[in-house]
């Protein structure tokens, strides 16, 4: 089973920063997209950001600019540099990676436990 640890959560004034780690365990899986998502109280988990084993990225409209998201294959982590924060980014973020076992094995996506990020206005 892949295990995804993420840390880097906390409280922070709006227009500070905070930068997000997950570490992506199981290293004998094979490891394809990795990103964020992230869920707020009474709303829909949305997408954030990811990063293909490639290095193409893909950001959600209400972040591009702000944030970055950046990915070590040799540590399996994908990072989160997130600036400029805004109190609608308030939420848990959750860490995701889309994995299997080997090539006789379908892509499966994991999820972490999930942070909280928290912009005080």
């Known amino acids: 089973q892949v295990q995804l640890v993420e840390s880097g959560g906390g409280l922070v004034q709006a227009g500070g920063s905070l930068r997000l780690s997950c570490l992506v365990s199981r290293t004998t899986f094979s490891i394809n997209a990795i990103g964020w998502y992230r869920q707020a109280p009474g709303k829909q988990r949305e997408l954030v950001a990811t990063?293909?084993?490639?290095?193409?990225?893909k950001y959600a409209d209400s972040v591009t600019g702000r944030f970055t998201i950046s990915r070590d294959n040799a540590k399996n982590s994908v990072y989160l540099q997130m600036n400029s924060l805004k109190p609608e980014d308030t939420a848990v973020y959750l860490c995701?990676?889309?994995?299997?076992?080997?090539?006789?094995?379908?892509?499966?996506?994991?999820w972490g436990q999930g942070t909280q990020v928290t912009v005080s206005s």
């Open positions: 990063a293909n084993p490639d290095g193409s990225t």
């Open positions: 995701t990676a889309r994995a299997r076992r080997s090539v006789l094995y379908p892509w499966t996506d994991y």
